[in-house]
């Protein structure tokens, strides 16, 4: 690490300018391709996935997305006026490209489409093509048209991911608020606003460089929309995170009277391999999602390690060259009263007070600690996973209040039907379907059941089930399983038709399922691997055991903190959450990779230091409050800077970035305040010199990894 850190500070100018032409280069690239986001979820064989597929294959014209216009009148959705209005708006937008159909509730056989009142009504857009490939431009058209004719009396909104997708904002003020509030914490932690702007800079030409190639990457992986908001969240506070640590490092050395390259060299040395070792584990802990087979999770993965890949090598590269060339320059520009520079770790300082007095009442300590986390854990039980429908979205967007609209006119389960489609046995043959659709009609959780309709070769049929629950209640959850495993097996034994239910509904499911069945293989190869490289690095049994329980403690703090606030409702107003529901069944997943390998970040960092100390004394008492003493300060401000990072997103309107943004946020404070600088050095004061145990036949056996530098290493000359 030192030869590679003498050629970083030794070639400053290089790596400097190297950095400028990448972010330009990538940069250029990435605008002239653009994006191609997709959200679709294709689960390899599952029951969703083969309806989805038949009616590709053989209803090529409903196989595409749709959109609902949802329009009210005072006077009755069949007053003249309001009806001249209405089909005229149906007229222009069936002249839309990809749009095959306006299903319109004035046509014959529309009745079904108006409520029982008179005053609501409803028409379906049917696209030719998936979501992804609809003009955003276009979708914004189609909305001008059908809300024009709003107003006296007549109120026109329109639901569907068409329309969610265009009516999102381009851009998100949340980026901005997290950047602001690092600022402050990075000017009250170094007192000097070149020290403040040397991480900030590090941090966003690596998520400049990291997110031009994410873009790239649409072209190549399934990506969500959500992905560049989710890895702009994490590389932002990991970047400076990092770049922090190296920083402190350096001005430490400064302090010991080191020259500039080699304070550079030695903060590279010590503080860059823990970052290093840090960054690869979270990155191992993002890639593991590939091993569960979905290929909607690859690109989400892909984006989020991108982008701690990126900041993780600004930091080891860009970062150290801009602090040779600034040198005692990282001190000017100083804001009196902040900044303390004090890294003393006599007993007058307080991190050393705070860590004697824990060591002093280790088990009371730790009982304390651990008894908040699991009861901040017992939420986790209640967690529900499913879909996140429109009536979760703010109360002022037009998919909410479309979402209203059709429940108030036709109940709750309008907004999310069950797609039943039939492979027919023979031409003609749809005993099966019209068996299913006689027995769903007597259902009890069933509120409507469409005609039946086959496609021009009469191979294939297909009609909708409208439930009388919410698509994320769990009454609809029920009855879809109670469909699938009662009511289709039968019919499908005695009439030969093959049976499935598609739908957003089943789509969750199924997804669902499919996680919960890989789960168990993805926990256990990157619990593994985390605990395997611990183990290399600390030569020890104890410590990467601790650090595996720690960091799921801190991961079930979160869901529970998660479930209190989005099922139960708990503050949920507060982050402008106004309806609860289920968890999104793929957040699970993403959660529990992202938040254990930012938890191994301040693992590698406390204990790093810490067995620097044991491997200087071998004294297990004083090692454990030297080494906090020497990263509490440090360790507070990065988590202080990465929790206002990642919660200023949950200022956002989408629900899934309020999600990622309280999980991460609840997770990384629980981390550093509860789990670092109390439970840790409580658990390791009570293990004593047995933490460092490590039996000689495994030692023989593990390759060495050192955090640590080598012992007094060679000085370096200064290079222009």
């Avoid at 230091?609 to 454990?624: D, K, L, Q, T, Y």
């Amino acid at each position: 690490m030192r030869s590679f850190a003498t050629w970083i500070t030794g070639h400053r100018k290089t790596v400097v300018i190297s950095w400028i032409a990448a972010l330009f280069l990538i940069g250029a690239i990435s605008s002239s391709v653009g994006a191609e986001f997709s959200e679709e979820f294709k689960l390899p064989a599952s029951d969703s996935k083969e309806a989805f597929d038949l009616l590709e294959t053989k209803f090529p014209a409903q196989s595409g997305e749709t959109s609902t216009i949802v329009f009210k009148a005072n006077a009755g959705v069949e007053s003249p006026a309001v009806e001249k209005k209405m089909k005229a708006a149906f007229a222009e937008i069936a002249k839309f490209p990809h749009v095959s159909e306006v299903a319109s509730p004035y046509k014959k056989g529309g009745a079904a489409a108006v409520s029982d009142n008179g005053k609501i009504a409803y028409a379906t857009i049917q696209f030719d093509v998936p979501n992804n490939k609809l003009d955003k431009e276009k979708t914004r058209g189609i909305i001008a048209i059908a809300k024009g004719p709003s107003g006296e009396g007549l109120n026109i909104q329109l639901g569907g991911n068409p329309v969610q997708e265009a009516e999102q904002e381009e851009g998100d003020s949340s980026f901005a608020i997290g950047l602001l509030a690092a600022v402050v914490i990075l000017l009250i932690t170094f007192g000097s606003i070149v020290a403040m702007g040397l991480p900030l800079v590090t941090a966003l030409f690596a998520l400049g460089v990291g997110l031009s190639l994410v873009t790239i990457g649409t072209h190549v992986f399934n990506t969500a929309n959500f992905a560049i908001i989710l890895a702009a969240m994490i590389g932002l506070g990991v970047g400076i995170d990092y770049a922090l640590f190296i920083l402190t490092r350096f001005r430490n050395a400064l302090d010991e009277g080191l020259e500039k390259q080699e304070a550079a060299i030695a903060a590279v040395d010590t503080a860059g391999r823990a970052v290093l070792f840090a960054g690869i584990t979270v990155i191992i802990s993002l890639l593991g999602m590939f091993l569960l087979g979905l290929n909607f999770l690859y690109g989400v993965a892909a984006a989020a390690a991108l982008a701690v890949l990126f900041t993780m090598i600004a930091a080891l590269t860009l970062l150290p060259a801009l602090l040779t060339i600034a040198g005692h320059w990282v001190d000017r520009l100083r804001i009196p009263g902040l900044g303390s520079r004090s890294t003393s770790v006599d007993e007058s300082g307080r991190w050393f007070r705070w860590s004697r007095e824990i060591q002093k009442r280790p088990v009371l300590s730790a009982a304390l600690s651990g008894g908040l986390l699991l009861l901040l854990c017992v939420p986790t039980l209640s967690l529900r996973l499913g879909t996140n429908d429109a009536g979760t979205e703010p109360p002022d967007k037009t998919t909410r209040q479309a979402y209203d609209l059709l429940a108030e006119g036709f109940g709750p389960g309008f907004n999310g039907p069950f797609v039943m489609v039939a492979a027919l046995p023979a031409p003609g043959e749809d005993e099966g379907l019209t068996q299913l659709s006689n027995s769903l009609e007597k259902e009890g959780g069933v509120a409507a059941v469409t005609s039946i309709s086959l496609n021009k070769a009469e191979n294939t049929g297909t009609f909708q089930v409208y439930p009388t629950t919410s698509p994320q209640s769990v009454e609809t959850t029920q009855l879809l399983d109670h469909i699938r495993n009662d009511l289709i097996p039968p019919i499908e034994s005695k009439t030969g038709a093959q049976l499935h239910v598609g739908g957003i509904n089943a789509v969750f499911e199924d997804f669902g399922n499919a996680i919960s069945e890989k789960l168990p293989l993805f926990i256990g190869v990157v619990v593994l691997l985390s605990a395997l490289l611990l183990m290399i690095v600390f030569r020890s049994i104890l410590v990467p055991l601790k650090a595996v329980l720690m960091n799921l403690l801190s991961i079930g703090a979160a869901f529970g903190i998660i479930v209190a606030v989005f099922q139960w409702g708990w503050g949920a107003s507060i982050i402008g959450v106004d309806n609860t529901g289920p968890i999104i069944s793929f957040f699970p997943i993403f959660l529990f990779a992202i938040v254990f390998g930012l938890s191994m970040d301040y693992e590698v960092f406390l204990m790093s230091r810490i067995h620097e100390e044991w491997e200087h004394s071998h004294e297990a008492g004083p090692s454990v409050t030297r080494g906090l003493a020497l990263t509490g300060r440090v360790i507070t401000a990065a988590a202080a800077i990465m929790v206002t990072v990642f919660a200023s997103f949950m200022l956002g309107e989408e629900r899934i970035i309020k999600l990622f943004g309280l999980g991460l946020a609840s997770a990384v404070l629980i981390d550093a305040v509860v789990i670092r600088t109390i439970l840790v050095p409580a658990l390791m004061q009570l293990f004593g010199k047995r933490a460092w145990w490590l039996p000689h036949w495994l030692a023989r056996i593990l390759p060495r990894l050192a955090v640590e530098p080598p012992e007094k290493p060679a000085p370096v000359t200064e290079t222009g």
